[in-house]
């Protein structure tokens, strides 16, 4: 069946329009990413181990901040100012889900929600930021276990969040026991990285099947947290997770730029209730058309079944 792919072709089309703009690349970091922790010594200390907290935003910003720090050298031949580097679309990501509110708790029963709390935290009750968190312990973890951010895998640990604690994994050795196969795939995108005469095209295959594994791994783990979103959120909820895996089999190049372009056209908000694309009156143009091009890929895939390996070009 062409027809999902093409669609899919057609959206990640409309990512690149503008990419002749000129850019100041630090404008295209996610929010807050400067004052993020950018290195081990940012974090606490305890029993000679770093504690990182990944229920609040900064300190889970600041793994992916480590991780694209201490990948940049091999994404230089690429182009300059790690502008290559594919693993900018996990924090980039993380960013959009930050400012779009989907990083709060949907139920308003916790005081993590963006109006009257704290803003800075991360949400268990979010299902955005439950399916994020094993798109960044996960590749962090995996990197520490592949010796590639000089600490060794005993050396750091993650606090878990305050209930349901033992669907995360918090270290490298849980986190390879729990999740052996994405964590495998992880280590094998981190061993041809290190592999001068690895291309980009291989890079970002080795990526992208690592990132969709992880969220093969969790879906069903957290599709009832769904459940406290509204229709057009839930439904958009769903279709993001099933879109992922044709924008994965596209190979789409995850670098600063293209990451940024793409999620412009994505919802500058939560859904609510009467949303309806391609009608949203204050989203723009793009935003309400992908929207609906989102929508319906997940229908004919619904209706017809898995992506097949197709590439855009
Ligand atoms: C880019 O933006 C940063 C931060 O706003 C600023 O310090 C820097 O001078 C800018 N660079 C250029 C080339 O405009
Ligand atoms: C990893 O976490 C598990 C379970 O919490 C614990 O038993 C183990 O000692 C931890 N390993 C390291 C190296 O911290
Ligand atoms: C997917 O298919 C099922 C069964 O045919 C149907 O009930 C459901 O509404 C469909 N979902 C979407 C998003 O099209």
Avoid at 16 to 27: C, I, P, R, W
Avoid at 158 to 177: A, E, I, M, R, Y
Avoid at 243 to 249: L, S, W
Wanted: one cysteine or more; charged letters at 20%.
């Amino acid at each position: 069946m062409a027809f999902p792919s093409l669609w899919a072709c057609l959206l990640i089309g409309c990512f690149s329009v503008s990419l002749a703009e000129a850019y100041n690349l630090s404008d295209l970091y996610p929010p807050l990413w400067k004052e993020s922790p950018g290195q081990f010594s940012d974090y606490r200390v305890k029993n000679g181990k770093y504690i990182i907290n990944p229920w609040v935003y900064p300190e889970r910003l600041g793994m992916y901040k480590i991780l694209l720090s201490q990948t940049a050298s091999y994404f230089e031949k690429f182009a300059p100012e790690n502008e290559q580097n594919i693993l900018w679309g996990l924090p980039l990501q993380h960013g959009w889900q930050y400012t779009t509110g989907r990083l709060a708790d949907p139920s308003q029963r916790t005081d993590c929600d963006y109006d009257s709390g704290d803003r800075l935290c991360i949400s268990e009750d979010s299902w955005w930021a439950d399916m994020n968190y094993f798109l960044s312990a996960l590749p962090f973890l995996a990197a520490v276990g592949s010796d590639i951010m000089g600490i060794s895998s005993d050396q750091v640990i993650l606090l878990p969040p305050p209930k349901d604690q033992t669907k995360f994994c918090l270290n490298v050795s849980t986190c390879q026991s729990s999740f052996p196969k994405t964590m495998r795939k992880w280590n094998v995108f981190y061993q041809h990285l290190q592999l001068p005469s690895s291309s980009f095209e291989d890079l970002l295959k080795y990526l992208w099947a690592a990132h969709v594994s992880a969220l093969e791994d969790v879906y069903k783990i957290f599709e009832d947290r769904l459940q406290d979103y509204s229709k057009p959120e839930a439904d958009f909820g769903k279709s993001w997770y099933v879109d992922v895996g044709y924008i994965a089999t596209a190979k789409f190049p995850t670098t600063l730029i293209r990451t940024h372009e793409f999620q412009k056209c994505l919802p500058p908000r939560m859904l609510v209730n009467g949303d309806r694309a391609p009608y949203i009156s204050d989203f723009t143009k793009l935003q309400n058309i992908v929207l609906l091009g989102l929508n319906i890929l997940h229908e004919v895939d619904n209706a017809t079944g898995k992506p097949k390996a197709n590439e855009c070009n």
